[in-house]
């Protein structure tokens, strides 16, 4: 078995010798003498987007990025083997789907290679005693099918509330201010995950299967405030969307549009500083020393806890540095990924197997409070934590060699442990193959001989290759205390975008495009006529 080494940089392959990394310094003095109108300060998805739409505008564009791979937490690489293309974070595109960029295809990016998949099997639910669930595509019967192994009155239940949501959907504005149904489901909405999903199932799996399915994002269902977890297993029946190649085709997408439209995008070029005149942004300052200049504004995706550094206290007023102080870390995430020799199976509760792009993997409802009760002790329990299991591979076969598989087990998890974060290195290979074992015994294939390489990202490695990620926070911080930066910073000609400001974080690319359609009507412009225009 082969272990990827872990480094700050997004592909190992891409280790530059000597002559490439001359001829990058070439590249990097050339660009610094010439005139962009924005320069951009990281390369994450809503950085990109952001880039991609002024580019669209005419606006010449230089992305700046500090890692080898663009794209943040929505990058994809061979991080375990050659052929084997991994997502370093993310890997479902399900609710970018509601941004106006796909809904009415404003930057067209199916012409730079980003194609959405639906796979028919959407997410499958496991569970030690032999219990299963199965979730299909835009198929409430079919899935509430599997559910009736195990319980017919939540299989009802299921279809019930399938019906409820459908009448829940918004109304036309002279209709009723709120319908029974959208009375019912806010008042779900307003307890706790976990005290929802006991309201509403009745079997301990399918309470479970809730809230394991519902932690993929945001906070924990322990929480209140986090009661539709109990109905996550209908939401994913709308489907969670993957592309085709993994998630950072929408990152090479964009980069590839950016670079079209004449503007450029360097990568190993980690910004350290901003270039201040009088008062306003005038470009970046890199690690290396080179400094980028730009005609017209400065757009950041650092995250502000960095950002704050880079200029005197005084420019960026009381408000934000107050603000940016009440930013708290969420929850720790960390991703442990595996090459194998075949791809997942699962048993079905009524007999044969099934290829699942996803899984969730908990047994027990209370499990949901143990990593928060954990990071509060700098402790760590993982017998039962909820568990994100990713395989897209078993319905993109472009992504491994003929025949093998590919997985990536993911959770939230203590990033403070009782010694400090650094305890992460000592113990992340032991944590792993505690995680991975448990869940090879849901499968009905794997067991450890199937691993051919691994590569371990604990939260502290999340943090080391990808500063934006604080304290492990794949979505930057907790946003739930609304903290969020301004995207107009007090700077003027500097602009912020991506997981700090709203609405946050995950694959959406709301922040992307909401920061491109402000700077836009500083410069007394619309999106809408921009895109129109350019189509």
């Not at 009088?278 to 400094?291: F, H, I, L, M, P």
Request: aromatic share 6%; charged share 15%.
């Amino acid at each position: 078995m082969r272990t990827a080494a872990i480094a700050p940089i997004a592909l190992p392959a891409l280790v530059q010798g000597a002559d490439a990394a001359d001829r990058t310094r070439a590249s990097t003095r050339r660009t610094a003498s010439e005139h962009f109108d924005y320069v951009v300060a990281g390369a994450g998805h809503n950085s990109l987007i952001c880039a991609a739409y002024l580019s669209k505008a005419g606006y010449r564009v230089l992305v700046l990025e500090g890692q080898a791979v663009i794209g943040g937490g929505c990058k994809t690489s061979e991080i375990l083997l050659p052929g084997y293309k991994e997502d370093w974070c993310s890997s479902t595109h399900g609710i970018i789907a509601n941004n106006p960029l796909v809904t009415r295809n404003e930057l067209h990016l199916e012409r730079y290679g980003y194609e959405i998949l639906h796979p028919e099997v959407v997410i499958h639910f496991p569970f030690a005693d032999g219990a299963s669930f199965t979730v299909y595509l835009n198929d409430v019967e079919r899935t509430a099918a599997t559910i009736a192994t195990v319980s017919k009155t939540d299989a009802e239940t299921f279809r019930h509330l399938a019906a409820l949501r459908a009448a829940a959907a918004p109304k036309a504005p002279d209709g009723p201010a709120k319908t029974q149904a959208q009375a019912y489901l806010g008042t779900l909405g307003t307890m706790s995950g976990y005290a929802a999903a006991r309201q509403v199932w009745r079997s301990p799996q399918m309470q479970a299967a809730a809230l394991s399915g519902g932690r993929f994002s945001g906070p924990s269902g322990a929480e209140l405030g986090t009661g539709l977890q109990a109905l996550s297993m209908l939401a994913h029946v709308g489907g969670r969307p993957l592309p085709r190649g993994g998630s950072g085709m929408l990152s090479v997408a964009l980069g590839r549009l950016i670079e079209a439209s004449n503007g450029v995008v360097l990568t190993n070029m980690p910004v350290t500083g901003l270039v201040i005149e009088n008062g306003k942004c005038k470009g970046v300052e890199c690690a290396d020393g080179s400094r980028f200049l730009a005609g017209t504004g400065v757009v950041s995706t650092i995250h502000p806890r960095q950002l704050l550094t880079m200029a005197p206290r005084a420019l960026w007023g009381d408000a934000l540095v107050q603000q940016v102080a009440l930013m708290q870390p969420e929850l720790a995430m960390f991703a442990f990924h595996y090459a194998l020799t075949e791809p997942p199976r699962y048993n079905l509760a009524s007999g044969g197997s099934v290829s699942s792009p996803e899984a969730a993997v908990m047994d027990d409802p209370a499990s949901i409070f143990v990593p928060n009760l954990d990071a509060a002790r700098g402790e760590l329990h993982p017998d039962d934590y909820p568990l994100q299991v990713c395989h897209p591979s078993v319905v993109d076969t472009t992504r491994v060699p003929q025949g093998r598989g590919l997985v990536k087990v993911q959770g939230y998890i203590t990033y403070d442990l009782k010694g400090g974060p650094g305890q992460w290195d000592v113990i992340k290979d032991q944590v792993a193959d505690q995680v991975v074992a448990r869940y090879l015994k849901t499968t009905a294939n794997l067991t450890p001989a199937n691993i051919l390489a691994k590569h371990l990202v604990s939260p502290l490695d999340m943090e080391r290759g990808n500063a934006a990620m604080w304290r492990g926070s794949v979505h930057g911080f907790d946003n739930r205390y609304g903290a969020f930066a301004p995207y107009r910073l007090p700077i003027a000609g500097l602009y912020q975008t991506g997981d700090c400001t709203s609405p946050g974080g995950g694959i959406s690319g709301m922040p992307g495009r909401n920061a491109a359609e402000l700077i836009l009507r500083d410069q007394g412009r619309e999106i809408g006529q921009v895109v129109a225009s350019s189509a």
